[in-house]
């Protein structure tokens, strides 16, 4: 494995070792720099033509920056960079030539359709490609294969969800038949379906000949997906991966430089969490008028997991719980202090009674993009740390200790404190909101896939937060729409399907494979039915065998579990994830893998 002291001064002339393909991409002692804050410190990289490569690294180390010189949004300060042989790039060249970008941020016009979002930019100011019905026809038929669903594409951007808003973005990009392709963590905003479309379309344009770089902090992904890594720290590269050497441990040493990296278990015991004082519950709330009624309890000490295929009803749910989104019948109900349960029926009111809420989709829900550092972190606290008297004046040296100790907890990387917030990379904008949430001192926190743009160093010390917090005797609600950040570190998780919770697993039962299963509508009888048979058959698959290729936790099939036959293997940690070929089969989940990794 490359190490820092193998660090080349040149960037390579030829692809991974062996290949000898063509460079696209040759980047040379690149520096970039944002006030006193170095970005990128004598960065090198180079891609190839036909390549899937992984720009890897740890929440501000230079990736989002690297990829913006790359596409002509941001010019270097030093080095020298050669985007298919040309030096100096405007957004406008770089489209020209071929390089099409999708950024971190959804970056969509919300007022107008999704065909005019598709096309926007593609026409001069008196010329016009297309017709207006071929565009329609084009962006009708485009949306259907990326989004897997018929979307209106006459529709207003702003009224679709934002896993439709990120395909937007994507089928942009794609409509330029780039010979380049840039995602900044373009797969954040999908659940695991969609992520496999985009991995479709990603081999066809390597295959292709095209170049496609990714930039994630998914790592199961790009071990799946990527033909090179190169892992950048600091604002400086430290090493580049082949394919073989693409490994969880091999990532996460070159990211940290530590080779430490074991992921922290829950220190309260799953059983008796779940017989803990209940502190927030619900009783006969539906998501939707047509969803089924749900009856759930989080106890003190848990932390509850949520689950579910984009679109299931989970992200409302955590939503309803935390009184950011009512719901079509019921009320979310908190324990008071006085033993007895009140009827959460908005954000004010389950602030007041200890609920906080972080959501992962920082820009509509997260940051004030015009304000500090400071002022988004501890905003909501300015009443609660108000002194009393005539005239309420805030206790801004009390402030001042919440905001170093939030800081240096949550590790966040950032300049002057009075700095917008929009000066941080993505992934210190949401450690900014995680801190806001621990801030608060709450009793319960609902997370809303807060993980989404942090990298996986900083996701084990989220876990370990809450696993500690959760340990003083209050509770979590943790939605993700990444199935291994529940294994080890949920008491419990629920999976929704159709706006109901369809199967729930605890203790042996949370393995990844058992709750995708329970995603696609499908249960092995590990978890606890929550929905009557009616309900459930409502909620289950209906359509013919479901195969899910390429699903990859870090798991294989032991020889005990292979020897007992269950349908599917126990955690056994591997070096390098293996690749879960599950096929359902008269409604039961059958493994017909793994294989060795690799492509399809």
């Known amino acids: 494995m490359p190490s820092d002291a193998a660090r080349s001064d040149r960037a390579p002339a030829t692809g991974p070792s062996g290949a000898g393909k063509p460079v696209s991409i040759s980047v040379v002692g690149v520096r970039k720099h944002f006030g006193v804050t170095r970005a990128l410190d004598g960065c ?41 042989g040309h030096a100096t790039l405007t957004p406008y060249e770089a489209r020209g030539i071929g390089v099409a970008t999708v950024f971190q941020e959804v970056l969509v016009a919300d007022e107008c359709s999704v065909v005019d979002n598709l096309f926007m930019g593609s026409d001069g100011l008196f010329t016009q490609r297309l017709s207006g019905a071929a565009k329609l026809r084009a962006a009708d038929a485009l949306m259907r294969d990326l989004a897997g669903e018929r979307v209106d594409v006459q529709a207003l951007a702003g009224t679709l969800p934002l896993n439709l808003k990120q395909w937007i973005t994507i089928g942009r990009a794609l409509l330029r038949n780039p010979r380049i392709l840039i995602l900044d963590e373009s797969s954040a905003a999908l659940d695991l379906d969609s992520t496999e479309r985009l991995f479709a379309k990603m ?34 590269d430290v090493g580049v991966l082949e394919k073989s050497e693409i490994t ?35 009783r006969g709330l539906r998501i939707w008028p047509e969803s089924p009624s749900l009856d759930v309890d989080l106890h003190r000490g848990e932390i509850l997991g949520v689950a579910g295929l984009d679109g299931q009803g989970q992200s409302e749910f955590v939503r309803i719980l935390a009184g950011v989104q009512a719901a079509a019948a019921g009320h979310p109900e908190v324990r008071t202090g006085d033993g007895r349960f009140a ?32 002022e988004n972190m501890l905003m909501p606290l300015y009443r609660l740390k108000a002194r009393a008297g005539k005239i309420a004046t805030i206790d801004w040296k009390a402030l001042d200790a919440t905001f170093a100790y939030e800081v240096d907890n949550l590790l966040i990387k950032m300049g002057a404190r009075t700095n917008k917030i929009t000066s ?4 210190n904008q949401q450690k900014v909101l995680i801190g806001r949430g621990f801030a608060m001192n709450p009793d319960i926190m609902v997370l809303n896939d807060p993980a989404r743009g942090i990298d996986v160093g900083a996701k084990a010390e989220l876990y370990r937060h809450l696993s500690a917090f959760a340990a003083q005797g209050r509770a979590v609600v943790y939605m993700s729409s990444e199935i291994e950040e529940f294994v080890g570190f949920c008491s419990r998780v629920i999976v929704f399907r159709n706006g109901g919770a369809f199967d729930a697993f ?31 058959t409502a909620a289950a698959t209906t359509v013919g065998p479901i195969k899910i290729r390429e699903f990859a936790p870090t798991v294989r099939r032991s020889a005990a579990a292979t020897a007992e036959g269950p349908r599917f293997g126990t955690a056994d940690r591997d070096s390098r994830p293996a690749i879960r070929i599950v096929e359902f089969q008269d409604g039961h989940p059958v493994e017909i893998g793994p294989t060795d990794g690799g492509q399809r």
């Open 44 to 84: 090198n990289f180079s891609a190839c033509f036909g390549e899937i490569h992984a720009i890897v690294g740890g929440n501000g180390c230079g990736k989002s920056t690297l990829a913006k010189i790359l596409s002509g949004v941001l010019p270097a300060d030093g080095g020298r960079v050669s985007v298919l």
């Open 203 to 236: 081999r066809a344009l390597r295959d292709g000949g095209a170049t496609v770089l990714i930039v994630t902090h998914r790592i199961a992904e790009l071990i799946r997906i990527s033909d090179r890594a190169t892992v950048l720290r600091d604002g400086r």
């Open 248 to 282: 969880e441990h091999n990532l996460l040493s070159l990211m940290t430089g530590r080779s430490d990296h074991a992921k922290p278990v829950s220190s309260a015991s799953v059983e008796d969490a779940l017989h803990g004082e209940v502190v927030l519950r619900t």
């Open 343 to 374: 009827a959460i029926h908005g954000l004010a009111e389950a602030t007041g009674h200890g609920v906080s809420y972080v959501s992962g989709d920082r820009k509509r829900e997260g940051i004030f993009a015009n304000l500090s550092i400071f």
């Open 424 to 427: 941080l990379s993505g992934g």
């Open 506 to 536: 605890r203790g042996s039962a949370l393995d990844p494979a058992v709750i995708l299963a329970a995603m696609f509508g499908q249960t092995d009888g590990r978890g606890t039915r929550l929905l009557t048979s009616s309900q459930a």
